[in-house]
């Protein structure tokens, strides 16, 4: 049973956000006294980076994204599911909100496959289960969700059963499978960029989809991009906003227009 018009609001929480000690989560608190009920998707690639250097292991990207062996599994698992996601509940509780952190591996809530042998451990959605974040959600509490995910693999031994999934498809994934209201990216960035350095406010889906065809979306916006896409297939409106600026989680859902909205065009307003 879906929440269709259910006041869900997806978050996702860039990483650079979260070092920035910016305000988001004090607006999380004040959806929640507004009566929307907001489902937050973390990342933590800079603190990911940090602790493998403290233990002496080297960083590799492939397209902006970790290549995740053994060792770098087990440090994407403890400081994402474990450091960071209790740093942001514990957080929470402080401003007197219910809130519990989980991972993708409980309940299986997102389940993934490794996508290439030469990226180790990292890994895209295939299934979101949504009992236990709706479970959270009807019993008032606000989940806290780390991208670590559930590696279903039909080998018996020698393989992980964690994946390591970038936390802004598992965003769109979420949002889609809630059919949430809304998806919004707190990033670095102030907007989406047009094929000539112009910041776009509202674009439909196919303009969006023709920036990521064309290249003019490159880096970090194109993962954030398509789970737009997604989340708008599903019914969502979609946005990506500088999170690094005081109260834009709670102007962009009270006023909106503080960075690029990414609509379907059925749901595209007057």
């Not at 959806?31 to 250097?53: E, F, R, Y």
């Not at 890994?123 to 479970?135: K, M």
């Not at 776009?200 to 490159?218: K, N, R, V």
Request: aromatic fraction near 2%.
């Amino acid at each position: 049973m879906t929440q269709s018009s259910n006041h869900i609001v997806v978050i996702k929480l860039g990483g650079s956000v979260l070092d920035s000690k910016d305000t988001s989560l004090k607006d999380i608190a004040t959806l929640k006294q507004l009566g929307l009920k907001p489902v937050l998707i973390h990342g933590g690639a800079s603190t990911v980076s940090a602790w493998s250097a403290k233990l002496g292991l080297e960083t590799h990207l492939v397209n902006g994204e970790r290549v995740t062996d053994d060792a770098t599994l087990d440090v994407v698992a403890a400081i994402l599911a474990g450091l960071v996601n209790k740093e942001i509940v514990a957080a929470l509780l402080d401003m007197g909100i219910k809130a519990a952190g989980i991972s993708g591996v409980d309940s299986a809530t997102i389940t993934g496959q490794i996508r290439a042998t030469e990226t180790g451990y990292l890994g895209d959605v295939v299934q979101v289960n949504t009992e236990l974040i709706t479970a959270l959600l009807d019993a008032n509490i606000t989940p806290v969700i780390s991208p670590v995910s559930f590696h279903q693999t039909n080998r018996p031994s020698g393989s992980r059963r964690l994946l390591n999934i970038n936390g802004d498809p598992v965003a769109g994934e979420i949002a889609s499978a809630l059919q949430a209201e809304r998806l919004v990216f707190l990033t670095d960035v102030p907007a989406v960029k047009g094929k000539n350095g112009e910041a776009l406010g509202e674009i439909s889906a196919d303009h969006a989809a023709e920036l990521l065809a064309s290249g003019t979306a490159s880096g970090g916006m194109i993962p954030k991009l398509r789970s737009c896409l997604k989340a708008t297939l599903a019914g969502s409106s979609a946005c990506i906003i500088d999170g690094r600026k005081p109260h834009m989680l709670i102007r962009e859902l009270t006023e909106g227009n503080c960075g690029t909205t990414v609509t379907g065009q059925h749901l595209r307003r007057s």
